[in-house]
């Protein structure tokens, strides 16, 4: 059927249409169904039901079908109803266990990052994906394919480096350290972060207090370039684009999906240009991964991944059983960064060593000798802490790091609970304190989460154990009941 | 976030919200993201960016929420960030191999119905069991958790029954014979159907040719009770409503997902009261079944199904492997079933056949004596022929029977192909010849289609194979295109 075009400047996230009822009903197609529209080429898109916006025999396309198809209004197009895509045969073959070859994944990849493909089928791929498994070969693919379809930076520098942490440990902020002490020893680092999608925080939420974090890439190339490392925020940055949209879907799931994870962290590492990574596996009851077995199994998925690629690569795997520094939360955790990189007395000690502990494999792994003894000398000397503040002034623009930090603030309301006996907390659980932090209001609140004062280990009576803040006096109310409820601090 | 409700009358077939860049920034949500939307209960919805039809701070619902939510326009009501809902945690559960209980199955169904999970949560569901499978107890509850949800129909009669198909073979076109025979010999037969999703021409699709096909359940009752049967369309009447959901969702991906075949079917059968059914599997190469082992397979559970719900049924095992009847596309077909009714000498005797076995299958399971005998006396003497216009007539409100099918046309449009050589046909694929009713313009078409003058067997040159029919000269030379490279019916 033949239908006039109505480009609509919405953005939907997926290929959507508006058809008015007459039409959808003389075409035989319902809200959610899905039509191919014929240019050049056959584009699917969904279709919305939405009288007011389109007459009869229009279409109304979203932002994404308007790229896609570069028509004018009112110009006639052919729409048929749902076909089954190439794209959907081939997610049809990874749903009954087939391998995909190279060329198949470049297709279905470059479908994804073109919007030809509904978040459903991603849902069915994924899903193929997790349970199905892929094989090593497909997951390098998959990365390479990723990359192709995305933006790519590069660099001059002899060590482009890069850290990463697969999560899921509470506080655990090293990467502004690390970042900070590694660019000091001469490394390059064009560190890119995530926002939290379900812990109280993520990398780029915390730098985000006192910083931009949001730019184009050619101005990242310019603070890397110019300040040897930079702290911003990965998501629009058009790095492996279909990543991201994959990741939308599969967090709807709330858990992880190995070919794609690694494929995922491999092509954004990849696409920034790194040739020397460090992967940082926390392990053990209450992280992502509960033993060091499973921890090396993903471990050496990584470095096969890697060495495809010609990176330099060390795992490591670390403590993941309890949080990791004092502050959970965006403001709570950037003191908690700002003490360290002051050295002062009352920085927390657990977050300290383990950043220096990271800073110190990634520079070795760049052939950097007596790194460890190096590490330190860059934090106690303030050279980690003079980096620091020069990355935030570049990427603010203006030299307003003394003013940024000191009107960091707590939430106005705040609760401490103190031990009720002398014994000993046996664990604190990262889910339940990201959960407690959400509760809160983080990772939006960025004066909201918890001080954790004590970790796991003896107590007296009477000892402060943790202080919670909220904007909202309802939302410490509801924070204080879930720790009573679900006891995310463990005391005997 | 607390923003300013705008419902808008747009079907989304999804939960869906329109919010503007800005608002979208604030609450740092993608288009495609999830939100929370606090009133009684929490609702989970998927965010579009649209900024023509929202301001800053004010939240567009699509029609199913406005529905869910029934807040009036310009209340206020609290939005908050993607969040696992408990029937993702479910669907995570099946993901991971799990088994469901009853009341887990009954909350995700109702989840379902309600709109409260996204097309790709479905996807994933589907998937789960699609590749980790479900327990016959599992198939059992969600199958009572679609009739729960949905509308159902009562009738006073003694013998309430049904047929079905599970499908995959051009032509077949059975449901009109069996019902109309069946009604005659005192059975009460309330069928549904369903249109064509790739094939050529559904149930619903050939009746409609000469009859409404849609009508409110009410109606749909007096139509049953002073007509013994109906031949209606199953899409709109809201019978298992979860299952039309799923069934938009699943089709994306052109497999069967055997637990939800099995509850889809059975379901349905059960809301409109049918008390006994006939399952037809048509199995062989070239059908959905390749073999009468897995058609048993197959036809045992729906047998247990039957059972758990005191259904008499009985499971037929038919020839699959090539197409029944010689018209195919909705037209063609209804010309093939008037033939038969009438007795004329150029009916297709294997759809004769087939219909008659099936009618006298039903009639001996309600108990009917000699049925064989029964339906062969109701088709040769006209009784069914006088059935099944009473049916249409019933159903179109007046006695336009003769007048529908005098105005029944083949499409404008023709071309005959005759054997190259004295052979043998040795295949038919059901497959290639629905793709060549799908290229000549079926279902949307109703004249176009094919007609096979002849089976599997011998051919001598120059005799007529198959007639192709359509409204377009460029759909024909496509056609023809496709049969040369495709060659659906093989000549040795």
Redesign the interface.
């Known amino acids: 059927m033949k239908l006039k075009i109505k480009n609509?400047?919405?953005?939907?996230?997926?290929p959507?249409v508006?058809l008015n009822e007459e039409t959808a009903k003389e075409?035989?197609v319902?809200?959610?169904?899905?039509v191919a529209i014929s240019n050049d080429k056959k584009i699917y898109a969904?279709?919305?039901?939405?009288?007011?916006?389109v007459k009869r025999n229009e279409i109304g396309l979203?932002k994404e079908l308007t790229k896609a198809l570069q028509m004018r209004n009112n110009s006639l197009v052919e729409v048929t109803?749902?076909e089954?895509s190439n794209a959907?045969?081939l997610?049809?073959k990874k749903?009954r266990g087939g391998e995909l070859t190279k060329e198949e994944l470049n297709y279905l990849i470059s479908e994804i990052v073109h919007n030809n493909i509904?978040?459903?089928?991603?849902?069915?791929f994924t899903?193929?994906e997790?349970?199905?498994g892929m094989t090593m070969g497909e997951v390098v693919n998959l990365t390479k394919a990723m990359i192709k379809t995305g933006a790519r930076l590069n660099f001059e520098g002899k060590y482009i480096a890069d850290k990463h942490c697969i999560g899921g440990v509470a506080g655990n902020r090293t990467t502004p350290l690390v970042i900070s002490i590694c660019a000091v020893a001469g490394l390059t680092l064009p560190k890119t972060s995530s926002?939290a999608?379900?812990s109280a925080a993520g990398t780029a939420d915390v730098v985000e207090t006192i910083s931009n974090i949001e730019f184009p890439l050619k101005k990242i190339k310019k603070i890397v370039e110019e300040n040897g490392a930079c702290l911003v925020w990965g998501g629009s940055l058009g790095l492996a684009p279909a990543d991201d949209k994959i990741i939308?879907?599969e967090?709807?799931?709330?858990?992880d999906i190995e070919p794609q994870l690694l494929a995922s962290i491999m092509s954004k590492k990849i696409s920034v240009g790194s040739k020397y990574l460090i992967i940082d596996i926390p392990y053990g009851e209450g992280s992502k991964i509960d033993s060091l077995i499973k921890a090396k199994r993903l471990g050496r998925k990584f470095t096969h991944i890697a060495h495809k690629f010609k990176l330099k690569i060390k795992v490591v795997y670390t403590d993941g059983s309890e949080p990791i520094g004092n502050g959970v939360g965006p403001n709570l955790e950037m003191l908690d960064l700002l003490l360290i990189l002051r050295n002062s007395p009352e920085a927390p000690k657990d977050l300290r060593k383990k950043a220096l502990f990271l800073s110190s494999e990634l520079m070795k792994l760049c052939g950097i000798k007596n790194s460890k003894e190096k590490a330190e000398e860059i934090l106690n000397s303030g050279k980690a802490y003079q980096k620091f503040k020069e990355i935030i002034n570049a990427q603010n623009g203006i030299n307003n790091f003394d003013e940024k930090v000191s009107s960091l603030k707590f939430a106005k309301f705040k609760k401490t609970i103190v031990s009720s006996r002398t014994g000993k907390i046996t664990q604190i659980s990262n889910k339940g304190i990201n959960s407690l932090c959400r509760i809160l209001g983080t990772?939006?609140t960025k004066t909201a989460g918890v001080y954790l004062h004590k970790h796991t280990g003896k107590i007296t009576k009477g000892e402060k154990m943790i202080t919670l803040y909220s904007e909202s006096k309802s939302k410490l109310k509801e924070a204080k009941q879930f720790l009573k409820e679900f006891k995310p601090i463990k005391l005997k």
């Open positions: 609509l400047n919405w953005l939907a996230g997926r959507v508006f075409m035989n319902f809200a959610n169904d899905r969904v279709v919305d039901i939405f009288p007011q916006i979203s109803t749902s089954i959907t045969a997610i049809g749903m509904t978040e459903a089928e991603i849902a069915y899903s193929a997790k349970l199905q926002k999608i379900t939308r879907v967090r709807l799931m709330n858990f990772p939006e």
